[in-house]
Structures are given as structure tokens and as C-alpha cells.
């Protein structure tokens, strides 16, 4: 916990000395008598302790307000960090067909986005220094997670996507390249990059590909594209050959902007090509990271108040003074 004002903190070395003034001048009396000899038999009883109970709740009650002028607060994360100075987009496929359960795993067959997903997961993972945002597409192309630090929200994010939430019957590969590039055409990195997965060919979206690959060349990015589907099952199920990536288009939009293409086309090639792309993207810088905060400041006006009004109805009923 810190305190977003701690130099108010010094008004709690004020309530001593107040509290010492306070006795010094003594509390009124509650009787006033014109001889002490008429109160002279009264003179062995003593003051009750309940009033200076009383008066303690009191002082506790200004020291906890106190406490809430400071603002107190529990910080969730650290204000700067060491970053790689990458900024990367993620744009993945969530198209129809990447329901496809062409990849083996322990023997089971494993669909193309649940593949993708825990790799995907690994990958961020394992990159905690970068900036990493994502997109997907199918249909038409939409921003999942702006660029961020926080990975655990990113990381959130992917594991709620799934086919179906987004419309998934066509896949706007140029409309999802254009989509990341939106997102990092303003930002100062010193390297910006675009994974790009998909299972298919081009075949909605209102951008070609190859223009947004010529726009990406422009802008500095390059763009890493991974081709989903193992052929053989593919034929082995019958289906036709759009349940299979354009591997001509993949490698020329990687080619035109300075990335590479790799073919997944089983389980572990898939898990070496992320590794493959965080080897060949390093560098560093120094970054920013924004904290979130809990505020406590209701509690303690609450807890305040609850000091506050414990003594005040001690004072009215059980602890009552006389008159």
C-alpha cells in the first residue's frame, strides 16, 4: 500500500499535542456545587474510565480520516520497465475452417485454433518486455486488444476468442494486415512486426493483400506469416483445397516487407516457428508502464465514520454523562 499524499501524514504528529492541550484544560465538570463538604462522603469514588474511552474513539476517528486525506492505495505494477522496443500485432485467423482438426497431439486430434491459441499464449508469454496487441479476422477484421504491457489482460483476450465471435464464414487476410498496421503506423518503436496466422486464402475484405503488404513496406513493418493445415489429412477427409492456406500469396506478402513465411503443417514445426520469430526479433529500449491502482480512500472514511458513530452512541446510552 502507498499513499498518493504522505506529506499529509505529518497531520497525525498534530493529534498528541492536541490531545495534551485538551487535558491540560480538563474536561468541564458535570456538577457544580456551591461546598465541596456537601460531595465530602463522595470523595473516595473515582473518574470512570469509559469517558476517556470515549474520547479515544474520538482521536482514532480524526487519525483515520486522516489516513484518507493521504489517499491511500494498493499498486497492482511497477511505473517503468526494461522493454525490448518491439511493438507487435497478432493477427490471427478466426475463420470457419479453423475448426479443423487436422493437427496431432498425444494422439488426438487437435483443430487448427486450438493449436493456435496455446502457442499464441506461449509466445507472449515468453516476450514480457514488448508492447503486443491483437487483431482478428474472418468475415471483416477487428482490434481484440490494443497494443499493451499487460499481458495478463492480453493474454485474457485470447483465451475468450473462439469461431463464432466474430462472423467466420470468409477470411479478409488484407483487411487484417491493414487492421494491425492501423494500430502501429503512429508508434515511435524501433521495430514493429505483425504475426500473422490463417488457414485459408483471401477471399473477403474490401484491401488485396498485396496492397497491404505494400503499405506495410512503406511503414517500416515487417510482417511473419504462418500458413495452417496438414494437407494430407486434409485430402484424407475429403474436404476441398480452401481448407488450405495460399501459401503463394503468404510468401510474397513476408517476401515484399522483409519477414518470412513457415508452413505449420504439424504440431511441433508449429511450436518452433514462434521461436523461431522471437530469436529473430530482438532488441531493446526503454519504456513506459502504466500502474492500476485499488483506491482505499472509501474504506477509510467509512471506517471513520464507524469510530465516529460507535461513540456516539456509547455516549448516548450505556456511557451517558450526567446531566
Given at each position: 500500500?502507498?499513499?498518493?499524499?504522505?506529506?499529509?501524514?505529518?497531520?497525525?504528529?498534530?493529534?498528541?499535542?492536541?490531545?495534551?492541550?485538551?487535558?491540560?484544560?480538563?474536561?468541564?465538570?458535570?456538577?457544580?456545587?456551591?461546598?465541596?463538604?456537601?460531595?465530602?462522603?463522595?470523595?473516595?469514588?473515582?473518574?470512570?474510565?469509559?469517558?476517556?474511552?470515549?474520547?479515544?474513539?474520538?482521536?482514532?476517528?480524526?487519525?483515520?480520516?486522516?489516513?484518507?486525506?493521504?489517499?491511500?492505495?494498493?499498486?497492482?505494477?511497477?511505473?517503468?520497465?526494461?522493454?525490448?522496443?518491439?511493438?507487435?500485432?497478432?493477427?490471427?485467423?478466426?475463420?470457419?475452417?479453423?475448426?479443423?482438426?487436422?493437427?496431432?497431439?498425444?494422439?488426438?486430434?487437435?483443430?487448427?485454433?486450438?493449436?493456435?491459441?496455446?502457442?499464441?499464449?506461449?509466445?507472449?508469454?515468453?516476450?514480457?518486455?514488448?508492447?503486443?496487441?491483437?487483431?482478428?479476422?474472418?468475415?471483416?477484421?477487428?482490434?481484440?486488444?490494443?497494443?499493451?504491457?499487460?499481458?495478463?489482460?492480453?493474454?485474457?483476450?485470447?483465451?475468450?476468442?473462439?469461431?463464432?465471435?466474430?462472423?467466420?464464414?470468409?477470411?479478409?487476410?488484407?483487411?487484417?494486415?491493414?487492421?494491425?498496421?492501423?494500430?502501429?503506423?503512429?508508434?515511435?518503436?524501433?521495430?514493429?512486426?505483425?504475426?500473422?496466422?490463417?488457414?485459408?486464402?483471401?477471399?473477403?475484405?474490401?484491401?488485396?493483400?498485396?496492397?497491404?503488404?505494400?503499405?506495410?513496406?512503406?511503414?517500416?513493418?515487417?510482417?511473419?506469416?504462418?500458413?495452417?493445415?496438414?494437407?494430407?489429412?486434409?485430402?484424407?477427409?475429403?474436404?476441398?483445397?480452401?481448407?488450405?492456406?495460399?501459401?503463394?500469396?503468404?510468401?510474397?506478402i513476408a517476401d515484399k516487407t522483409g519477414g518470412k513465411y513457415y508452413r505449420a503443417d504439424n504440431a511441433e514445426k508449429f511450436k518452433k516457428i514462434y521461436d523461431e520469430i522471437d530469436k529473430l526479433e530482438k532488441?531493446?529500449?526503454?519504456?513506459?508502464?502504466?500502474?492500476?491502482?485499488?483506491?482505499?480512500?472509501?474504506?477509510?472514511?467509512?471506517?471513520?465514520?464507524?469510530?465516529?458513530?460507535?461513540?456516539?452512541?456509547?455516549?448516548?446510552?450505556?456511557?451517558?454523562?450526567?446531566?
Amino acid at each position: 500500500m502507498i499513499f498518493a499524499h504522505p506529506w499529509l501524514l505529518l497531520l497525525l504528529l498534530l493529534l498528541p499535542v492536541l490531545a495534551w492541550l485538551k487535558g491540560r484544560r480538563g474536561a468541564p465538570p458535570a456538577f457544580v456545587y456551591s461546598s465541596v463538604q456537601l460531595v465530602r462522603a463522595m470523595q473516595n469514588i473515582h473518574r470512570s474510565r469509559f469517558g476517556g474511552f470515549l474520547g479515544s474513539l474520538r482521536w482514532l476517528a480524526l487519525a483515520i480520516f486522516i489516513l484518507a486525506l493521504a489517499q491511500p492505495r494498493l499498486m497492482k505494477s511497477t511505473t517503468e520497465v526494461k522493454a525490448s522496443g518491439i511493438d507487435i500485432v497478432a493477427a490471427l485467423d478466426l475463420s470457419g475452417s479453423m475448426t479443423t482438426g487436422d493437427y496431432i497431439v498425444n494422439g488426438q486430434q487437435v483443430s487448427r485454433i486450438d493449436m493456435a491459441k496455446p502457442v499464441l499464449e506461449k509466445f507472449i508469454e515468453g516476450r514480457p518486455n514488448d508492447r503486443i496487441g491483437l487483431v482478428v479476422f474472418a468475415a471483416q477484421a477487428f482490434i481484440a486488444t490494443p497494443l499493451t504491457l499487460d499481458h495478463e489482460y492480453l493474454l485474457e483476450n485470447v483465451d475468450r476468442l473462439g469461431i463464432g465471435t466474430i462472423n467466420s464464414d470468409a477470411t479478409a487476410i488484407g483487411d487484417g494486415i491493414m487492421t494491425a498496421l492501423n494500430r502501429l503506423s503512429d508508434l515511435k518503436a524501433k521495430s514493429k512486426i505483425i504475426v500473422l496466422m490463417t488457414d485459408g486464402g483471401n477471399n473477403s475484405g474490401k484491401i488485396d493483400p498485396a496492397t497491404a503488404a505494400e503499405a506495410a513496406k512503406a511503414l517500416g513493418v515487417k510482417i511473419y506469416t504462418i500458413g495452417l493445415g496438414n494437407a494430407d489429412i486434409v485430402r484424407q477427409m475429403g474436404l476441398p483445397p480452401g481448407y488450405l492456406p495460399d501459401e503463394e500469396t503468404l510468401q510474397k506478402i513476408a517476401d515484399k516487407t522483409g519477414g518470412k513465411y513457415y508452413r505449420a503443417d504439424n504440431a511441433e514445426k508449429f511450436k518452433k516457428i514462434y521461436d523461431e520469430i522471437d530469436k529473430l526479433e530482438k532488441t531493446e529500449a526503454s519504456v513506459k508502464k502504466y500502474t492500476q491502482f485499488t483506491e482505499l480512500f472509501p474504506w477509510f472514511v467509512a471506517a471513520g465514520l464507524a469510530a465516529l458513530l460507535i461513540e456516539f452512541v456509547l455516549a448516548q446510552t450505556a456511557f451517558r454523562r450526567l446531566p
